[in-house]
């Protein structure tokens, strides 16, 4: 009986601040990305000649988030049934995107306009992560391109 | 080639459609435990059906306790808690050969029933019951659990439910934790209903061998007045009905006549044996 509380109390608890942080985050995500849309981020790996005379550095953004204890119930359960794992899904789309921001983040401090050559890598960590309570982390990270004064 | 001057703006819902994870658990964990709830059932009802069929002597022969009786006074209280069963079984009985144990150095209150016919009696039970009735009603009730083949039916039990936790998940993760909570809440359901068909049963052999009931409820009312909790213990993860509903049961299978019969004592030599006065 006791069991069924803390797990139900636990669920709850992981639902509501789970629910709270990721609206939040979201709506932190939708601002910032509008802000930063002028820092253009692009995976190719050679740039065009036109920015052959630009300086580049390595930018890079890093992103750690918990999965929340009612995330890990929802995927346990989807281990059984099968299919898209939602809850999931969110916690990567936030980490990837909020990762991608404090890269531009990064590059807009140098005073870059676009960042190239971009890449992710996303990795579990946490001690508790064989019991699917852990953490996500996605780095992002590409060259930024500063323009030189006698460049333009 | 050039790059764009600015990211483009995607449309939300590509990589998280923002589904509410609530809907998707209510679902899911309706359907595993819905899921879980009818094999329990297939299972308790398979087992009890299997149970019977299956030969007794296959049972294995599961005794716990001391194999030498330590003390001549020890040998006289077996002797006579074997015979006393042995009285209570009915000749034309299936199961007739019945191993009663004497535990002496156990104070709690208690009588249990193993596979391969055994019977435990503690010390504290023959502290706790005031006349032969009272003890006849529990080794009567653990005989009834032995005849009606309750240990192989709990086998059977179990050996479905370790399947299902194995197909489920029988880590910590949490679909393999409601599994195994709703198996357990199934399988203590199923064992509060052997223990009130073993009541009945009881019941009717006391009926058979004394011609009444009376005293049966000895034990129960000893635990309502020992054991505080006892009267507010019922649940859905309870192995044994609530006592305030065995003693209403057993009150209402003794018949009119019934009270005016006097209670048999238990033997003088065991009363003074519990160090008490006779």
């Not at chain 1, 971009?118 to 996500?136: H, P």
């Not at chain 1, 982390?137 to 004064?149: D, H, K, Q, R, S």
């Not at chain 2, 009931?213 to 054991?227: A, N, P, V």
Request: aromatic content about 8%; charged content about 20%.
């Amino acid at each position: 009986m006791i069991e069924l509380i803390v797990f139900l109390v636990l669920l709850a608890l992981g639902y509501g601040f789970g629910r709270l942080s990721e609206s939040r985050h979201y709506r932190s995500i939708f601002q910032r990305e509008q802000a930063l849309r002028s820092i253009a981020v692009v995976p190719i790996k050679i740039p065009p000649p036109e920015y052959l005379r630009h300086n580049s550095t390595l930018v890079s953004g890093s992103v750690v988030i918990s999965v929340d204890y009612f995330k890990t119930v929802v995927a346990s359960l989807r281990n059984i049934f099968g299919g898209r794992v939602g809850a999931y899904e969110s916690l990567l789309d936030r980490a990837r995107r909020e990762a991608i921001l404090r890269m531009q983040e990064e590059a807009r401090e140098l005073g870059a306009e676009t960042i190239y050559n971009v890449k992710y890598e996303t990795s579990r960590i946490g001690e508790n992560a064989a019991k699917g309570l852990g953490s996500v982390e996605v780095l992002a990270y590409g060259t930024a391109l500063i323009a030189c004064p006698d460049s333009k | 080639m050039s790059f764009p001057k600015e990211n483009p703006q995607l449309p939300e819902g590509i990589n998280n459609q923002h589904d509410n994870p609530f809907v998707d658990f209510v679902i899911m964990a309706g359907a595993l435990l819905l899921a879980v709830v009818a094999i329990s059932f297939l299972i308790g009802w398979g087992a009890t059906r299997i149970a019977p069929a299956v030969p007794f002597e296959w049972e294995p022969n599961l005794s716990f306790g001391p194999s030498d009786v330590s003390s001549e006074q020890d040998q006289r209280i077996a002797e006579y808690l074997q015979q006393l069963t042995r009285d209570l079984i009915p000749h034309d009985a299936d199961i007739s050969e019945i191993n009663v144990h004497w535990l002496p150095d156990i104070e709690a209150a208690n009588a249990f029933a193993t596979s391969g016919g055994n019977i435990h009696v503690t010390r504290g039970l023959l502290d706790a019951v005031k006349s032969e009735n009272g003890l006849a009603m529990v080794l009567a009730h653990e005989y009834a659990h032995i005849e009606l083949r309750h240990p192989v039916v709990l086998m059977l039990e179990q050996i479905g439910h370790t399947l299902i936790a194995l197909v489920t998940g029988f880590d910590n993760s949490s679909a393999g934790a409601i599994t195994q909570q709703t198996g357990f809440i199934s399988l203590m359901a199923f064992s509060r209903d052997m223990e009130r068909a073993a009541d009945e049963r009881a019941v009717t052999l006391l009926n058979a061998y004394y011609g009444h009931s009376r005293g049966s409820e000895e034990l129960f009312e000893h635990i309502l007045q020992t054991d505080k909790d006892a009267a507010h213990q019922w649940g859905l993860w309870q192995s044994h009905p609530a006592t305030q509903e065995r003693i209403e049961f057993l009150e209402s299978q003794k018949k009119g006549e019934d009270t005016h019969v006097s209670l048999r004592p238990l033997p003088d030599w065991l009363e003074k044996a519990l160090n008490r006065e006779p």
